[in-house]
């Protein structure tokens, strides 16, 4: 392990064997390849949030290339979107940021970014945890916990510079119902999963976002010829039902969720025959799937 993934000398982080710290160099000699998209995989012991720290590093005097990945074991200062707070306790989850520089993609195409690294996460959790993974619009993940619909982990992506996007994902992996921080909250421990392990949920999760933003990017961002807005909609548990939507400014849509658009926004249609595309805002589900 290289000097910039140990842990602070008065850190104890074996003290939960259940939750054993992650391994930074394992992890960059499974993930950093020749012509692969990850050019460098980092884990810090702690920190405010990784996003934050990956945007300055981009917009800083050195910058960051695509491909930079950033892990925190703990984060004390992590944001959602319309700046929620994001907090878990140490190595209960996998909360972390990656550098993606969308080339020849238009930037009109780059809020699909979130939406494909949500179809990405969901791929990656069915397949190494053996837990579904719903889709909330426009970034929520969703789990089955009991019967009930859960929110397991959410995404965040920011623009950062001229030519960046930073997306950070937090996803809760081993978190007991004890530790929620609301009732709406879930884990995927808390949702049967298969394994809790963090290195092997990370890697897929990381392979999956690398295949399908890869194909997405030499789609030229086209939705549709990657894949990625059928993908989604097939995933997304907010299609086909009554949902209310507290846009920027106040205003509020009612109605129900029946497609998404060309842009990746969220078409409601209303009572009175109206289909109106949300493109940002506060969603939330007002009718069981």
Not at 88 to 94: D, E, N, Q, V
Not at 206 to 232: I, K
Not at 238 to 253: C, D, F, I, Q, Y
Request: net charge negative; glycine share 12%.
């Amino acid at each position: 392990m290289t000097p910039r993934d140990a842990a602070d000398a008065n850190d104890n982080r074996w003290s939960d064997l259940d939750r054993p710290p992650l391994n930074g160099a394992a992890l960059r000699r499974a993930l950093v390849r020749d012509g692969g998209l990850w050019c460098d995989v980092e884990v810090v012991e702690r920190t405010g949030s990784t996003n934050t720290d990956l945007a300055g590093i981009v917009t800083g005097e050195k910058g960051a290339d695509e491909g930079a990945v950033l892990v925190a074991e703990e984060q004390n200062a992590g944001r959602g979107r319309l700046d929620r707070r994001w907090t878990a306790p140490a190595r209960s989850g996998l909360f972390f940021s990656v550098v993606l520089k969308p080339t020849g993609v238009p930037v009109e195409r780059w809020g699909w970014l979130p939406l494909l690294t949500g179809v990405a996460v969901a791929t990656a959790l069915s397949h190494s945890a053996g837990v579904d993974t719903a889709l909330k619009w426009p970034n929520d993940l969703l789990v089955t916990v009991d019967g009930e619909e859960r929110k397991a982990g959410g995404i965040l992506a920011e623009r950062a510079g001229d030519d960046a996007v930073v997306v950070g994902i937090g996803v809760n992996v081993s978190l007991r119902a004890e530790e929620l921080p609301v009732p709406g909250a879930g884990s995927l421990a808390l949702a049967g999963a298969t394994t809790t392990d963090r290195d092997t949920v990370l890697r897929a999760v990381l392979r999956s976002l690398e295949q399908w933003y890869v194909r997405w990017r030499d789609a030229g961002g086209d939705p549709v010829a990657s894949g990625l807005q059928e993908a989604y909609a097939a995933g997304c548990a907010t299609l086909g039902r009554t949902v209310r939507a507290e846009l920027p400014g106040g205003r509020t849509v009612v109605g129900e969720a029946v497609a998404l658009d060309g842009d990746g926004r969220l078409v409601i249609a209303t009572a009175d025959g109206v289909q109106e595309p949300v493109g940002a805002g506060d969603v939330v589900h007002l009718r069981p799937a």
